[in-house]
Structure formats: C-alpha cells, structure tokens
C-alpha cells in the first residue's frame, strides 16, 4: 500500500531529485544524470557473473544516478528496500515473512533468514512458526556478525534478500537495515513484535518505519473474544519487557480486553499484595 503511492509519487518520467528544485540550483548544477537510462543493471558494482544469472534476469532494470563532480565520476549504489512486518503475538509474521522470502527464492534470488539466539523456543537452527512451518536460519546475538559469519563475499556477491525475525531482540537493528538496503542494494524483510506487553515500542522495529518501503501491521484473534487482536497480553507476574515464552505465557487480546485484562491484572496484584501484607504483619507478631 505505503510502495504503491510512494511509486505513483515519483513518475518514471521524472528524474530523481528534479521534483523539489524548479529551478537549477548549486546543487542541480553540481548533480548531473549522466545516465537515465532502463537498461543499465548496475548490482553494486558487481559483474554478472558474480551474481546467479536469474536474480540478474528477474531484478528490476534500474535507473543509474551518477553525481558528476568537476573531477571525478561519483556513483551511487543500486538501493535496495526495506519491508517491515509487524503485530502482536500470533498474528502470523513469521508465516508472513516466511511466504515472502520464499516468494523471492521461487524468483532466483539468493536469500537468508536470520533470527535472534534469544529465541530458543521451538529450534534455535530454524526459524518455527506457531503452526509448526520451520526453515533454516542464522541464530545470531547481533546483526553486526551476520556478514562475517555469512561470509563477506557471499554476502556482497551473492546475497540478495535477506529476513530477520524477531527482530525487536536486535539492537542493531536500525543501523543494520540502512546500510543494507541504503548502501548494499540488499532487500530487507524484517519481522518482529511493535509493542510489548504494556503495548510500549519494543526494541528498534518502530524506527524502521522512516526508512522503510512498505510496512504490514497484521492481526490475530482475541482468545477472549474472537475480534481482531492488536496486543499481546502476559498472563504471568514477570515485569520484564524481554521474556521469552509463546502461548502459556502470551494471549493476543482486542483493544477491549487488553483494558479490561490490565484492570483485572492490577485489581488481582493489588489483593496479592494485600494479602502477603497481611501475612507479613501476621508472621511479624508471631
Ligand atoms: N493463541 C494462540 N496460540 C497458539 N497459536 C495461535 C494462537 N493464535 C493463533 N495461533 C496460530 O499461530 C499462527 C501464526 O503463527 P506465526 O506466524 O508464528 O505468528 P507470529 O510470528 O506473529 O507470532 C496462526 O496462523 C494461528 O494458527
Ligand atoms: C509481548 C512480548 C513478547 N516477548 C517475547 C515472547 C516471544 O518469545 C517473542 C515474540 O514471538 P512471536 O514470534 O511474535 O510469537 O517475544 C517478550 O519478550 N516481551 C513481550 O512483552
Ligand atoms: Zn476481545
């Protein structure tokens, strides 16, 4: 929806930069196009042979800005793009991002599948879905270790897609994906929670949006009462925002009861507390 009215912005007409600046400017004077052309397959400088003859065939012909400078030829890296896929618990991201990846393999593209060590839940090889669907995946603590791990030829030559789920455990996440899609032409399809459990922003994911082109807020089913559930409820006592767990720890609930639940949650800790009060005062006359 956000890739199909950012495209309809930008007429293929135009050339990049030329919307905003009516009339030359210093730096239209200092930017030049020396190439505006469709046919240029330009992978970050790599030779074809470099890449697998179908992702060059099936990737999109781009456009090659090139900034002329009085001396020297400057270019720009081919871009890659940013897709963010995000919801409560049980909604399907995982699934989602699985179709997706795989969507792309079935096109020729080289991909990875990276998720965080931190979950351990179902396999720490594979990434599992709540369905029991599993693929190969890089358990990693960072993203930063991806390209060493991965192999920096494979990854500069090779790569062409690459997935992260549960991406709110990476602290690196931001810096990751910019570089990724901004400087090394890689497609980015990133999947993880928006809010934890007090619906407050979880990790990094939110800050993708900025830089993100398309991003897909999905849904699950109140466990309570069938609507479409937007929050991940913790049914257990534990304060802290990482706490790994699935559906003995979690519930996907709608706006309504995510409320009412959080009432009852405080109204049964209240009484717990009031009562081990008494306790305490009872065990301190004793
Ligand atoms: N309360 C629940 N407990 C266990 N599984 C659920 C629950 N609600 C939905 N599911 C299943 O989980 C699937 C989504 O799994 P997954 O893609 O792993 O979700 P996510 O990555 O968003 O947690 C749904 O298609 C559904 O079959
Ligand atoms: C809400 C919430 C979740 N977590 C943990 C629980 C799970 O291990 C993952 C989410 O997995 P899923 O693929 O989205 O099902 O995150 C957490 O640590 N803190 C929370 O508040
Ligand atoms: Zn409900």
Known sequence: MFGVSMRTLISPS?????????????FST??????????????NNRSPTNSPPSAISTRK?????????????????????IHVIVGPMFSGKTTTLLRRILAERETGKQIAIIKSNKDTRYCTESIVTHDGEKFPCWPLPDLSSFKERFGFDDYENRLDVIGIDEAQFFGDLYEFCREAADKEGKTVIVAGLDGDFKRRRFGSVLDLIPIADT???????????GKRALFTMRKTEEKETELIGGAE??????????????????TA?????????????VASLL
């Open 14 to 26: 135009l050339a990049p930069f030329s919307l905003h600046l009516p009339k030359p400017s210093l």
């Open 30 to 43: 200092a930017l030049r196009f020396s190439s505006l052309t469709t046919s240029t397959i330009s992978i």
């Open 61 to 81: 012909l781009q456009t090659k800005a090139t900034a002329v400078t009085s001396s020297q030829p400057l270019s720009f890296s081919t871009p890659g793009e």
């Open 215 to 225: 991003v897909t807020k999905l849904a699950s089913r109140c466990e309570v009462c």
């Open 249 to 266: 720890v979690y519930m996907p609930v709608c706006r309504s009861h995510y409320v009412c639940g959080q009432s009852v949650l405080e």
């Open 269 to 281: 800790r209240a009484v717990l507390d009031s009562s081990s009060n008494k306790h305490d005062v």
